[in-house]
């Protein structure tokens, strides 16, 4: 089991106790076959953080002052002798091994990968290197990413998706800006790449190491803006403007939504799958962008664009097979919300570019409120569903098509107070409903 789970069985043991489900001598046993092992959590890497921060700031200040004054060859020695130091001091806790703390590893790592930034920054500006930002971006992330690998360092780990995001994103805006369409990487070819890079420390060589909540929470946001960068890039055509993207980005949402997990991954709750989470809020999102007329009519027909692209066929096979096997593992509620993202290729035959939108307007709220009716029913059914996500769907739907009705301003105020009513009472409902407090996420 997963530190998580080990955690969760430690804390259940002493009600089993007191109800009689476990004798004194299992639930002993118990713990000294699944015992909470001590790691670096977000207490450790916070302190491993913070401390690197600071060392780091004050380097930059040192070096920063009288800069100017210093000849080339001090410039350089004060450029590459933080890394040096850094390195070495990284040696040592490596010899430590197993008797290094957490907090050492994130200091050190964390130092290093800061030392490295400013080692190329540096000599960039000594030797005025040809080249921008996002080079150094990109070549920072290449160097500092095995130091999270060798260290198991969460927080460079942190770093590093947030360099290669920020990276893809930047070559996205200039892609799309047609600056210098030649120099721009192709990413639907890195971003992937890079994105792997963090794999030989998440999952780990043995396919069993899990990030923390923290981490998983920048790893899914990492992945679903580069995705979305990636999806600008691919729908950049020299004749048209970027008519794909808006569907483009739902499909790319709906992979992150769909991204597999294990047994014990589906049973975690809601919180620790910030993949569905966040990919499920982003797909609700453009879907209720999409009831409008305008959005509707420029999301169906940015199909007829996105089709010829082989980025939104890949899209189109990742969904089917991780769909494929969300299917084979009952995870009813994420494959219903990933439904919303293959709507407007249902809907294009029957649609033609002289139409307007309102008939794509009214199917997307149809589905949404088939979607949410779905969430709801799969938990009275004793099934992993979101009754409250769907209640809170049905909520946003009634209001914004309130707030587009001829009606007057009291008729509206006097629904709206109605509505929080019923939402309060049915989460109310809910509530005394479960009698087991967790559960009752999308896996």
Same mark, same amino acid.
């Given at each position: ?7 969760? %069985?430690?804390?259940?043991?002493? =009600? ?125 992330? %290449? ?194 919300? =990933? ?105």
């Amino acid at each position: 089991m997963s530190l998580p789970h080990h955690l969760w %069985l430690a804390e259940q043991l002493p =009600a089993w106790e007191r109800e009689g489900i476990v004798t004194a001598d299992g639930a002993r046993m118990l713990r000294e076959r699944y015992a909470a092992e001590p790691q670096g959590g977000l207490a450790q890497m916070i302190v491993g953080a913070v401390g690197a921060l600071l060392i780091g700031t004050g380097l930059v200040a040192v070096l920063a002052y009288n800069w100017d004054d210093f000849p080339r060859w001090v410039r350089l020695l004060l450029a590459l002798g933080p890394l040096a130091a850094s390195q070495a001091v990284s040696w040592w806790v490596l010899r430590q091994d197993e008797a290094a703390k957490p907090w050492q590893r994130e200091a050190v790592a964390l130092v290093q990968t800061l030392a490295a930034g400013a080692a190329m920054a540096l000599v960039s500006q000594i030797y005025n290197l040809p080249g921008n930002w996002t080079d150094l971006v990109f070549w920072w992330c %290449l160097v500092s990413v095995p130091l999270a690998w060798v260290l198991r360092s969460q927080a460079v780990a942190i770093v590093y998706l947030i360099g290669i995001a920020v990276w893809t994103v930047a070559q996205a805006g200039e892609r799309a800006s047609w600056s210098s369409p030649a120099e721009v990487a192709d990413l639907r070819l890195w971003f992937p790449l890079l994105l792997a890079g963090i794999l030989p420390l998440w999952p780990g060589p043995e396919l069993r190491d899990r990030p923390a909540s923290g981490s998983r929470l920048v790893l899914a946001a990492a992945t679903l803006i580069g995705l979305i960068a990636v999806a600008v890039y691919a729908s950049v055509c020299p004749r048209e403007p970027i008519q794909a993207l808006f569907w483009l980005a739902m499909l790319s949402t709906a992979a992150v939504l769909l991204f597999p997990l294990d047994r014990h991954g589906i049973a975690e709750p809601l919180t620790r799958k910030p993949q569905v989470l966040l990919g499920g809020l982003s797909l609700f999102v453009m879907a209720l962008i999409a009831t409008y007329e305008d959005p509707a009519r420029q999301l169906v027909k940015g199909v007829g664009f996105a089709l010829p692209l082989g980025w939104c066929w890949l899209l189109l096979a990742v969904i089917a097979g991780f769909a494929t096997l969300a299917f084979r593992q009952g995870r009813s509620a994420v494959l219903a919300v =990933a439904g919303l993202a293959l709507v407007p290729l249902l809907v294009a035959p029957f649609w033609s570019p002289g139409d307007d939108g309102w008939p794509v307007a009214i199917t997307y709220s149809l589905v949404l409120l088939a979607t949410a009716i779905v969430l709801i029913a799969l938990e009275f059914l004793g099934r992993q569903g979101a009754a409250r996500i769907g209640a809170a769907l049905i909520t946003l739907l009634v209001i914004l098509r309130m707030a587009d009705a001829d009606l007057s301003l009291l008729v509206k105020g006097l629904a709206f107070i109605v509505i929080g009513v019923g939402f309060l009472g049915f989460n109310i409902f809910i509530s005394r409903r479960r009698s087991i407090p967790l559960g009752g996420s999308p896996a």
